[in-house]
Each structure stands twice: as C-alpha cells, then as structure tokens.
T-cell receptor
C-alpha cells in the first residue's frame, strides 16, 4: 500500500530534550516536506526537500533541522524543543520533477507536546 | 504570496443534507487539492483538481481556474463527513498554501 508513515504518532517531552520524528514514504517520491498545524494559523511549511541531499527552509524553519540521506526518509529533528513547538506535525511527499502538477500525500500526523 | 480563502468557516448539517464549500484564491494556480481532516487529525486526499470537474461517490469538485475558485459538493451528508475541509494550492516555490478551512459538523 502506498503511504507516508510517521513515528511516533504522539509524543510528550520536556524542554531541551532532543527528539526526532521519523518520516518514510514507499512511493519513490523525490519531493518531501514537513508542515506544522496550529489553531488559527493553519498548516505552515517547515522544511522541504527536492531530492536526496537537497533541503531548504520553508516558512517556519527556526528550531528545526532535517536531513535527506535516503530518498524514502526525511526525519525532522528538534535539537532543543521549546513549548512553542507544541503542535501537530505532518510529513508529506509527492513525485517531484513535475513541479506543481502532482498530488501531495500526507502522513498520519504526530502530536507533540513540549512541557 | 497567494491568498486562499474558504467559506463558510463553519457548517452544521443534519444527516442527509447537501452542502457546497467554496475556495477562492488570489492568483493563477496550476495545482489545487481538496483535503478532509478527520476528527483524529488525519489529512485525507479528496481531489487533485486544478481545473474541471471530478466526482468520487457522494463528493464532487469543480475548479474554474480562470475565475480563481473551486467548489466542493457533499451530497447526502453522513456523520463520518464531519471534520475540517481544506483546499490547498501550490505557489511557485512548490509549496502547498492551505486555505483557512471549513469546519463541518453533521448530526444524526
């Protein structure tokens, strides 16, 4: 089954404790991205990757890191989480190459609470 | 950047009713998608519809790109249709720009 998976689905942590949210897709997609969703602010892009070893900042990259060492994986790293990073996080992917003319698929979401 | 506005912001229906959700965007787009976010937070692809009309069961969508709007029709609504409906368009940086969403509640 074609899908985007994220782990963990739920996470409660404390300020300053490094964490990683994994994202994996099995569709051989080139383009992957991370979004966060907050009440009243909608979904905002954090980082995106056009292909392996190519990453770039989205609208709200501060406090986050990403890496793209393999085509299928795109982990989101919070080196020193803070309470304002409490949010619902989504990983997404699409084929790439065709630019805008493609459907984007979303993972199930990760609910993060930073105390 | 492109502005995406959805209306109405909230919609309450009784089971069996029909509804129309609207998405207006401020500039030309090559990509428009409709999503349903269910009460558990999952984003589900409904339609990829940069132009024209598509139907999938009780749902259908129409995009009139020249007039910069898209409509999502839900017929014979069911309680499982509850959630938030988003339209999203792609900006020139390949980033999805989401609308403000329409929150739908369907009661039995």
């Amino acid at each position: 089954e074609a899908q985007v998976t994220q782990n963990p689905r739920y996470l409660i942590t404390v300020t300053g404790k490094k964490l990683t949210v994994t994202c994996s897709q099995n569709m051989n997609h080139e383009y992957m991205s991370w979004y966060r969703q907050d009440p009243g602010l909608g979904l905002r892009q954090i980082y995106y990757s056009m292909n392996v070893e190519v990453t770039d900042k989205g609208d709200v990259p501060e406090g986050y890191k990403v890496s793209r060492k393999e085509k299928r994986n795109f982990p989101l790293i919070l080196e020193s989480p803070s309470p304002n990073q409490t949010s619902l996080y989504f990983c997404a992917s699409r084929e790439g190459g065709g630019g805008a003319l493609e459907t984007q698929y979303f993972g199930p979401g990760t609910r993060l609470l930073v105390l | 950047g492109i502005q995406v506005e959805q209306s109405p912001p909230d919609l309450i229906l009784q089971e069996g009713a029909n509804s129309t959700l609207r998405c207006n965007f401020s500039d030309s787009v090559n990509n428009l998608q409709w999503f349903h976010q269910n009460p558990w937070g999952q984003l589900i692809n409904l339609f990829y519809i940069p132009s024209g009309t598509k139907q999938n069961g009780r749902l259908s969508a129409t995009t009139v790109a020249t007039e910069r709007y898209s409509l999502l029709y839900i017929s014979s609504s069911q309680t499982t249709d509850s959630g938030v409906y988003f339209c999203a368009v792609v900006e020139n940086t390949d980033k999805l720009i989401f609308g403000t969403g329409t929150r739908l509640q369907v009661f039995p």
